[in-house]
């Protein structure tokens, strides 16, 4: 059988829904987790007492409860009223502040009103059966649709569900620049806060990035005269003289305590530094050469 288009199919099956009460209950805890509730629960989709309440959920901080009636074709509204008059008495034991009626009937909006009216106290919601169909071919519940009612997306509703996607990553790009922009707009608060009105000069930029770049140096210096020492390694007298010479300065200069050994942690920070110091020079990342 060709599906039915307009919507129509996902309503149809919902009205000759033949799966039972724990399928449904199950399907209605997930539409209500993107209906703004959260902690949806179903107290016993398998069978058993529930307390008058089928699924235990919260909205804004507040218990709401939810009772499921899904029956197979249309019923009476007689019958309607009467699971919703059964249903509605678990807000009181659950100490709960609202009320969902989820079903697979439709309703028209005089019943409706009328069964929220029967209590004025309760905030009630009704998700019937054109508004549970509605929110079922929404992009966001294609794979719920798919799975309790297997009605598979069309050609329109993939391409539907890409762009909002796209949408999707587009807020959240635009989300990121604007924390960034907040991010900024902190540091430089900051900065005023703390008397800094202007940016460090090149000349101690500059001191800084050699001090990373000498003690690195020195660092990778002894790890070579070790292997000097130990005839692992050979070096050109002259070249070593010096080398030896720019060591003891660099000692004299920063002091033993202050050198090598570094601990990973000290290793990569000293490098990092280094990076990004001649990265603000004008260089290009991970330019580590001593």
């Not at 009205?15 to 629960?41: H, M, T």
């Not at 660092?219 to 070593?240: A, F, M, Q, S």
Request: hydrophobic share 40%; proline share 3%.
């Amino acid at each position: 059988m060709p599906r039915r288009k307009d919507g129509r199919e996902t309503w149809h099956r919902l009205l000759e829904w033949d799966k039972g009460q724990a399928p449904s209950e199950r399907l209605a805890a997930i539409v209500l987790q993107g209906e703004g509730f959260s902690n949806a629960d179903p107290s016993h989709p398998l069978g058993g007492k529930d307390g008058l309440k089928d699924i235990i959920t919260e909205r804004d901080g507040n218990k709401w409860i939810a009772g499921v009636y899904f029956a197979r074709n249309q019923q009476s509204f007689v019958n309607i009223k009467d699971k919703y008059l059964q249903d509605i008495k678990g807000v009181e034991k659950a100490d709960a502040i609202g009320f969902i009626f989820f079903t697979n009937q439709e309703l028209r909006l005089s019943e409706r009103t009328e069964l929220i009216n029967l209590f004025p106290l309760i905030e009630v919601e009704i998700y019937h059966l054109e508004r549970v169909a509605g929110l079922l071919n929404l992009p966001r519940n294609y794979g719920t649709r798919l799975e309790f009612l297997d009605i598979e997306m069309t050609k329109e509703e993939q391409a539907a569900l890409f762009t909002t996607e796209v949408a999707n990553v587009d807020d959240k790009l635009n989300k990121i620049s604007i924390d960034l922009g907040e991010c900024k707009e902190m540091f430089m608060a900051t900065l005023a806060y703390r008397g800094f009105n202007a940016y460090r000069s090149l000349d101690e930029i500059a001191e800084m990035a050699n001090e990373f770049c000498e003690k690195i140096w020195y660092d990778r210096h002894l790890v070579l005269r070790e292997k000097v020492e130990n005839g692992k390694e050979t070096c050109d007298p002259e070249i070593w003289a010096g080398a030896i010479s720019s060591a003891e300065r660099v000692v004299a200069k920063y002091g033993l305590k202050n050198l090598s050994p570094y601990s990973k942690f000290d290793w990569g920070m000293l490098n990092g530094k280094l990076s990004a110091l001649r990265w603000v020079m004008g260089e290009d990342w991970d330019e580590l050469y001593t």
